[in-house]
């Protein structure tokens, strides 16, 4: 029997078979078993695959037990405009490992460009900072370091934002303006912040492109 909520989030987010293989770290013919023969993937590649296509898990699949943990969905905001500008410079203050970005929405590189400086102290201090933004973003270098890479076209992944161990999530990143964006803190090593974790690193990795 087919998972029709599978299909349909693939088909969503404009990925083949082969694509979310790729991202989420499985084989192919596992994704396509997936879809046709409604096959229940293992937590670990569950949470993987709903990262990528930026879906809950338990959407996917209702039957597996235990594959999300809402007690890591702390909020969930109407609106990227709706979180008040106070609260990103304090989640970018308090970072002292990583401020990891990745988007394709003008407004998010505006709240950046407004957090200009705050951004360049921190890398500066020696967190790891890096912001994956489409070519043409318009935003200055922040430091020295390697910090901004630019991808064409399509982000391959969905937009993150990504702050030590917290992390907001536009819950359709196709539209990240006005979708809902649901905020996340970490709570173990197999849940869906991890597996959000894993699905940036991939898109920084695949985006070959020059760094700044």
Same mark, same amino acid.
């Given at each position: 029997? %087919?998972?029709? /909520?599978?299909?349909? =989030?693939?088909?969503? @987010?404009?990925?083949?078979?082969? +694509?979310?293989?790729? &991202?989420?770290?499985?084989?192919?013919?596992?994704?396509?078993?997936?879809?046709?023969?409604? %096959?229940?993937? /293992?937590?670990?590649? =569950?949470?993987?695959? @709903?990262?990528?296509?930026?879906? +809950?898990?338990?959407? &996917?699949?209702?039957?597996r037990v235990g594959t999300g943990d809402p007690?890591?969905?702390?909020?969930?905001?109407?609106?990227?405009?709706?979180?008040?500008?106070?609260?990103?410079?304090?989640?970018?203050?308090?970072?002292?490992?990583?401020?990891?970005?990745?988007?394709?929405?003008?407004?998010?590189?505006?709240?950046?460009?407004?957090?200009?400086?705050?951004?360049?102290?921190?890398?500066?201090?020696?967190?790891?900072?890096?912001?994956?933004?489409?070519?043409?973003?318009?935003?200055?270098?922040?430091?020295?370091?390697?910090?901004?890479?630019?991808?064409?076209?399509?982000?391959?992944?969905?937009?993150?934002?990504?702050?030590?161990?917290?992390?907001?999530?536009?819950?359709?990143?196709?539209?990240?303006?006005?979708?809902?964006v649901i905020r996340l803190h970490r709570r173990?090593?197999d849940g869906m912040f991890e597996a959000f974790?894993?699905?940036?690193?991939?898109?920084?990795?695949?985006?070959?492109?020059?760094?700044?």
């Amino acid at each position: 029997m %087919r998972n029709e /909520r599978f299909g349909e =989030a693939i088909r969503s @987010a404009g990925y083949s078979f082969g +694509d979310l293989a790729y &991202l989420a770290g499985v084989n192919m013919k596992t994704a396509q078993r997936w879809f046709y023969e409604g %096959r229940t993937p /293992r937590r670990r590649a =569950a949470n993987a695959a @709903a990262a990528v296509l930026n879906v +809950d898990p338990s959407w &996917l699949w209702p039957q597996r037990v235990g594959t999300g943990d809402p007690k890591e969905v702390v909020e969930v905001y109407p609106g990227l405009r709706s979180i008040p500008m106070p609260l990103w410079r304090r989640l970018t203050t308090d970072a002292e490992r990583r401020i990891w970005i990745s988007t394709e929405h003008l407004d998010v590189v505006t709240i950046l460009g407004g957090m200009r400086s705050l951004l360049r102290d921190r890398a500066q201090a020696g967190v790891d900072v890096r912001l994956l933004l489409f070519k043409g973003h318009g935003l200055q270098s922040i430091s020295r370091r390697k910090t901004i890479k630019t991808f064409n076209g399509p982000l391959r992944g969905p937009s993150l934002m990504i702050f030590d161990d917290v992390m907001l999530v536009p819950h359709d990143f196709s539209a990240v303006a006005v979708a809902p964006v649901i905020r996340l803190h970490r709570r173990r090593d197999d849940g869906m912040f991890e597996a959000f974790v894993h699905a940036f690193n991939d898109s920084w990795i695949g985006t070959g492109n020059p760094v700044r």
